[in-house]
């Protein structure tokens, strides 16, 4: 199995910055394709953005010159860079991982596509 723990997550300001990490383990042969997702309350789950081993990033459009994604394939850890920070960015962040390679091109990437999930981390931001 595979084992996904995410960290960063908290509160700040808007205009602020945080970087979430999430920690993989377990059989990692199997994370070719790896992403962050998040959920505010009351509403579904939606894609922010995804890498996979060959390099293709993908982000949503909403997060687009403000987010990064990253990883470490020798720490088997996933980051995401979150920069100027708004309060519509206020949700609970996932990290999840997908056996196959994804390219989702100026696609948010789908939550259908991963198998793996962890359990989340809380982000806010005020204003």
């Known amino acids: 199995q595979v084992q996904l723990v995410e960290s960063g997550g908290g509160s700040v300001q808007a205009g602020r910055s945080l970087r979430l990490s999430c920690a993989a383990s377990g059989y990692t042969y199997n994370t070719y394709c790896m992403g962050w997702f998040r959920q505010a309350p009351g509403k579904e789950r939606e894609g922010v953005a995804a890498?996979?081993?060959?390099?293709?990033?993908s982000y949503a459009d909403s997060v687009k010159g403000r987010f990064t994604i990253a990883k470490d394939n020798a720490k088997n850890a996933l980051y995401l860079q979150m920069n100027s920070l708004k309060p519509e960015d206020t949700a609970m962040y996932f990290c999840?991982?997908?056996?196959?390679?994804?390219?989702?091109?100026?696609?948010?990437?789908?939550?259908?596509?991963?198998?793996?999930w962890g359990q989340g981390t809380q982000v806010t931001v005020s204003l």
């Open positions: 999840a991982a997908g056996p196959r390679l994804c390219d989702y091109a100026d696609y948010a990437p789908e939550a259908a596509d991963f198998e793996y």
């Open positions: 890498i996979d081993s060959d390099g293709s990033i």
